[in-house]
């Protein structure tokens, strides 16, 4: 007999979350099914008993998969099943990975699996901001040990007011959206977008959302303590010597103190000087314990590196590079770097750079999105590129990472929201970074707004971005706050926290925080310290280029559009799409055409004046209604006995009656000159008001001869008063039995 045990959640606004833990999933280590009203999410966690042979780390892999069966639909493709994790997946077990990974005990490091289904989706209620939740419940009913529990919210303001986990309506009203990941006591995760909000709107963001997060951490706890699961299980995954350590540190310790206080700015220089100490200190062991002890060198090393360059910055205000706390890197950048691409520019701060480029498209270029709950297009492209090079490491490029499509994706929403309402182009950016040494993301941005700006796009308002790190004493109140870290302040600091925005807000934010006991106070100091960086490098982006150009570059497709009655589509289409694809062809433009809002929307595009003309002509020619009087240039598409069809506009062809092609008497079409794919001047006489059908002439074109009488035509006989008499019955007889006699032979005779 099954006996689940079931937690209840109740969200501000009447929504119920349930947790149920012993029904489904039994043999794995943790197991929860969450469910909020159809939606349904199964998550089940499974850690192994010892940890890999030489493994340090943490080896946790979340992964979220949405099933298509959720919402009723067939995947795409031919195999009809899911495949690789969209981006979407992706993103949404980045969530949730960044907020479990710091939680597990430093010691620990079991291969670790959390694996977040959805079974079932209403198509109204987020499944992405109850992944955290589920994967966090069901590490709480495990054996696993975890310093939580967590859970994650969305919080989006929609007319003002702050709502949590909105369903897909809400938040396609909301002007702020964010999702959270937290403890009961801190925060430790924060991702999102805004138009331009202030640092105080995003601080009230983040209480509410903790506020709700609270009361889903104290759920579990219950929920744990209910399955009996409160008492983790042991484990020993490292084996220390404390004297080691200890004559480590001891002989370490000043060596890399004064390598980071050197203020050097040439990372390579230091990460060398930093080895070498430990390099020296691991050929001073006796030979025979050198490779017995080499591994724990290093990991008390790293801890002692660690120490040093924090106690550097925490006593004498001095970083690695010898910069202050505020202080930003110095920066040069530079716009239409490349001439091939439609905008390009080089950004570089320090020891990153990037280089971006713009290409602008038709519709023919949008992205399609077929995901299980999200289906449309999109318009507004942005792909990062983190090649190996850019560090420096001599290693293969392989496809696109997770670490590349979440910093793509954080660049793309700092600057959706200022990208031009009911712009014509698509528009993809490319950023390649070519260095790398902290925040190459935000460095994407600023270069993404370059090369937009350098393409002639216009932005609402041009955005930079910054980041953030964070250096704390466990043993006193002491910190610091630095601006624009680096990539060895953001490895061996307390925090990584992005902010993008414009002179008058904030457009996005991504924040990781390693650390217990982050206050209100110094995320509020790191948004103003942000803020004051922020405008540091858009000032450096306003003298590169201060505005859009003022036209595209001479290769960019230039585009028309075209407004149509809805039920011209089918004409301008043709069948089979016979119709466009001949625009195409003929005319070298692209042409592309859709409903919108009960009208047809058709886009012209093309690199030259002469081919977006021609194609709009065509067109023109399509849904232009034909007008009696009017005089048409038109093609002989059929000759027939008594005249010839002339296609005077594309898809309609009128009768050019024998009568109508001259003043003088035509005695048959032969007579006449007139042949097939000959090319007429006719004019428009009649359009029948029952019918439709159009009546051409040539001859009225034509100057009427003196005296010209027209001859009278005979009159039709008269119908006997309609009366054509009676129809004989339907009643032809009686069949003879259905034998009609025998056939007479076809006997041919000669």
Known sequence: MVNPIK???????????????????????GAVELRMGNTMLLATVCSAKEAGEGVD??????EYKEKFSAAGRFPGGFLKREGRASDYEILTARLVDRVLRPLFPDNYHADTFVNITMYSSDGVEMPDALAGLAASAAIAVSDIPFNGPISEVRVARVDGEFVINPNF????????????????????????????????????????????????????????????????????????????RKDVHEKCYDKAYAIAK????????????????????????????????????????????????????????????GRKTTDIRPIWCEVDYIPGPHGSAVFTRGETQSLSTVTLGTKLDEKILDEVLCQGKERFLLHYNFPPFSTGEARPVRGVG?????????????????????????????SDILESNGSSSMATVCAGTLALLDAGVKMKKPVSGIAMGLITDTDSPKYAVLSDILGDEDHLGDMDFKVTGTVDGITATQMDIKCDGLSYEILEKALMQARDGRLHILGKINETIAAPREDYKPHVPRIVTLTIPKDLIGAVI??????????????????????????????????????IDKAMAMINAIVELPEEGKTYTGTVRSILEFGAFVEFMPGRDGLLHISEISWERVDNMEASGIKEGDTLEVKLIEIDKKTGKFRLSMRALQPKPEGYVERERAPRAPRRDGDRGPRRDNNRGPRRDGNRGPRRENNNEE
């Open 574 to 611: 043709g069948p089979g799409g016979k119709i466009i694809q001949g625009i195409q062809e003929q005319s070298g433009a692209i042409v592309s055409i859709e409903e919108i809002d009960n009208h047809g929307y058709i886009e012209v595009a093309a690199s030259n004046k002469e081919s």
């Open 262 to 321: 050197a203020g050097c700015a040439d990372k390579h220089w230091r990460n060398d000087s930093f080895a070498a100490i430990c390099d020296e200190y691991i050929e001073s062991l006796p030979e025979e314990e050198r490779d017995e002890k080499t591994a724990l060198v290093k990991r008390y090393y790293h801890d002692v590196e660690k120490e040093a360059v924090r106690r550097c910055i925490l006593d004498e205000g001095i970083r690695l590079d």
């Open 7 to 29: 937690k209840t959640i109740e969200l501000s606004d009447g929504r119920v979350i349930t947790l149920e833990t012993g029904k489904l999933a039994k043999q794995a280590d």
């Open 169 to 244: 309506e809400q938040l396609e009203k909301a002007d702020m959206e964010l999702m959270v990941g937290a403890t009961y006591d801190n925060i430790m995760m924060v991702e999102g977008e805004m138009d331009e909000v202030s640092e105080a709107e995003l601080l009230e963001a983040l209480k509410t959302a903790h506020e709700a997060i609270k009361k889903q951490c104290i759920a579990q706890q219950e929920l744990a303590e209910a399955v009996g699961s409160t008492v983790k299980r042991e484990y020993c995954h490292e084996v220390n010597d404390e004297d080691l």
């Open 402 to 430: 997770r670490r590349e499509i979440g910093h793509g994706n954080l660049a793309h929403r700092a600057l959706k929201r200022m990208f031009p309402e009911g712009f014509p182009y698509t528009c993809r950016i490319v």
């Open 57 to 62: 780390f943490m080896p946790l892999q979340v």
